[in-house]
């Protein structure tokens, strides 16, 4: 197989760039790597569900379809076992995913404070977030 040209896929255009293995090279070292690979495209996946929230923070609840659908619960997440070393032709696009992680986060962080500026707001209006009380008196009964 010869070798691939560096590919804009992912985000930053990380990409792929896989060569065929060397014949001294071990199985496990396919393995590790697309275990990596793997890896990478659940971080992938998960950056991209939060850039999308970010543009549509109630996503399908937002519409006015008669079919509602209902969030999915959130489950806690736990690390991927780490499957060896990351190897050098996973390197760049984790380099890739790793910066675009942080420009989410950043994002987040910011959406994140202007909800709580507009909380804020909102708990200063006189009678807002006030627990009810009675409004009619019985004066009959």
């Known amino acids: 197989m010869a070798e691939q040209p560096d590919s ?11 060569t065929e293995a060397a014949p001294t090279e071990s199985a496990a070292t396919d ?3 697309a275990a990596w690979m793997a890896i990478l495209d659940v971080f992938e996946m998960a950056v991209q569900a939060a850039e ?3 543009k549509d923070p109630l996503g399908p609840l937002s519409s006015a379809s ?6 999915l619960p959130v489950e806690r997440w736990t690390p991927p076992t780490r499957p060896g070393p ?9 380099a890739a995913l790793a910066a675009a992680q942080e420009r ?4 987040l962080d910011e959406v994140r404070l202007d909800v709580a500026r507009q909380l ?3 708990s200063s209006v006189p009678g807002v977030g006030e627990s009810s009380a009675a409004i009619y008196l019985d004066v009959n009964g």
């Open 31 to 33: 393995t590790a790597l």
């Open 52 to 54: 999308r929230t970010l």
């Open 86 to 94: 990351l190897p050098a032709a996973a390197r760049r696009r984790a």
């Open 104 to 107: 989410v986060a950043l994002r």
């Open 8 to 18: 804009d896929v992912g985000l930053g255009g990380a990409g792929s760039n896989h």
């Open 120 to 122: 804020q707001a909102v």
């Open 66 to 71: 008669p079919n509602r659908v209902a969030p």
